[in-house]
């Protein structure tokens, strides 16, 4: 069994937030959800070749999956952990409630699987606030019964796109400097993907497809160098996967931003409560063609 730093994995594309520079691409209105059979089978590829550090169910949103529960029991099943290890639950919270929700703090505790709350809004986005607010309340009656660690991870502060534009005018940044771009990478070098039965480098790289399967021949040719990354498939070896983790800076790198620090002050950050329709009519003009 080797021993590999982090892994995760989306059972959702779908969202209810429309997060600007949302490195999943969540933010596209993507459609689709792992059946529990294929993520079995995801597992199965690998839970006896790796053993993840920190591991984590994402999406999307994964409060939006009905199998939410099962899966996390799933999880626990099939994956060993080394000694110390962390198991977390990352959502963004909103949909939180007790009638839909009401297996999920019991689950949470018998796996041992923390809950990461996630912060997408400005405190002064009222409406946003006061969804959270319902969902904290919510949390704090769980607290109370059930023995759950529960993190809010502040992501608004930490702000910065990765990409440039939206839809059809999205675009990589594209400067040829991997180097430069492992060194202030987003993902904080840990950010492995396991998707349809691979292992990507960083989400970026396991979900680009999603924006060239949505858009076709609309999308950007200078994402072409990079829809061409080869994850690790499990007919690696050994070998192959300690390789892999253990790469840094390669040429998927150069898509992304050489100081994505500095970009948070340069953009106004949008409302992530609005649709993704509103962001697709605002670019109608140029995005005519793939509605028709």
């Known amino acids: 069994m080797i021993e590999i730093p982090h892994l995760e994995w989306h059972i959702t594309h779908n969202c209810n937030l429309t997060c600007q520079g949302c490195m999943h691409f969540t933010n596209h209105g993507h459609n689709w959800f792992v059946d529990i059979e294929e993520l079995e089978n995801w597992y199965s590829l690998w839970s006896d070749r ?14 939006l999956h009905k199998n939410l529960v099962d899966i996390i029991y799933l999880t626990r099943e099939m994956w060993t952990q080394p000694k110390g290890s962390r ?8 949909l ?4 839909n929700h009401k297996d999920l703090p019991e689950a949470l505790e018998k796996t041992n699987c ?5 912060i997408h809004s400005t405190p002064k986005n009222i409406k946003y606030v006061d969804k959270l607010s319902k969902v904290f309340k919510i949390l704090d009656k769980w607290k109370e019964s059930y023995d759950i660690e ?19 005018n999205f675009e990589p940044f594209d400067h040829k400097d991997p180097e430069q771009a492992w ?11 396991l998707y349809e039965d691979n292992i990507y480098k960083c989400c970026m790289t396991a979900y680009l497809q999603l924006q060239k399967e949505k ?8 994402w072409n160098p990079y829809l061409k990354y080869t994850p690790l498939t499990p007919k690696c070896t050994d070998d192959e996967i300690v390789e892999f983790f253990n790469r840094k800076a390669e040429p998927v790198c150069g898509m992304c931003p050489k100081y994505p620090e500095s970009l948070s002050a340069r953009f106004k950050k949008n409302d992530p409560l609005i649709p993704v329709s509103f962001y697709e009519k605002s670019n109608r003009n140029k995005f005519d063609h793939f509605y028709n």
């Open 50 to 63: 790796v053993s993840p550090k920190f591991m984590a169910i994402l999406g999307g949103e994964p409060l």
């Open 87 to 94: 198991f977390e639950l990352v959502t963004n919270g909103l």
């Open 96 to 99: 939180l409630n007790e009638k």
């Open 114 to 118: 923390a809950l990461s709350i996630s």
């Open 150 to 168: 529960i993190n809010v991870n502040d992501m608004y502060n930490n702000w910065a796109t990765a990409y440039k534009g939206f839809g059809i």
């Open 183 to 193: 060194k202030y990478c987003r993902s904080g070098h840990e950010c492995f993907q």
């Open 215 to 222: 858009y076709g021949d609309l999308l950007s040719e200078k």
